[in-house]
């Protein structure tokens, strides 16, 4: 069963930038879509980004483009997260997920493969 496991979180200044891995244990992620969402403290959780199988499709929250971009490398069986211009207010847990297709990515009811996640904080 596959398994995914975020890495790359820590502690930034604002205006940083960080990038998160997400990698695959007992499977291939290059059959998925894959996304990335976020929660931050006391509040509900949030569509990042998305990108199909191949990666030549990306998706992203509104207000998030252009500062975030999701890439994926299939041979490395790994999908990131570059964040850069980073906000106090995009301190979060940020989870990574698997889906079908990219149009499923955004619904996070819909998904059924989880990381554990990995927490980013962003200081002032």
């Known amino acids: 069963q596959v398994q995914l496991v975020e890495s790359g979180g820590g502690l930034v200044q604002a205006g940083g930038s960080l990038s998160l891995s997400c990698t695959a244990s007992?499977?291939?992620?290059?059959?998925?879509?894959m996304g990335w969402f976020r929660q931050a403290p006391g509040k509900e959780g949030e569509f990042v980004a998305a990108t199909t199988s191949s990666g030549s499709i990306t998706d992203y929250s509104d207000s998030m483009k252009g500062r975030f971009a999701i890439s994926r490398d299939n041979a490395k069986n790994t999908v990131y997260l570059h964040m850069n211009s980073l906000k106090p207010e995009d301190t979060a847990v940020y989870f990574c997920?698997?889906?079908?297709?990219?149009?499923?990515?955004?619904?996070?009811?819909?998904?059924?493969?989880w990381g554990k996640g990995t927490l980013v904080t962003v200081s002032s």
């Open positions: 007992g499977g291939t992620l290059s059959t998925y879509a």
């Open positions: 997920a698997a889906g079908a297709y990219i149009s499923v990515l955004r619904n996070a009811h819909a998904i059924r493969l």
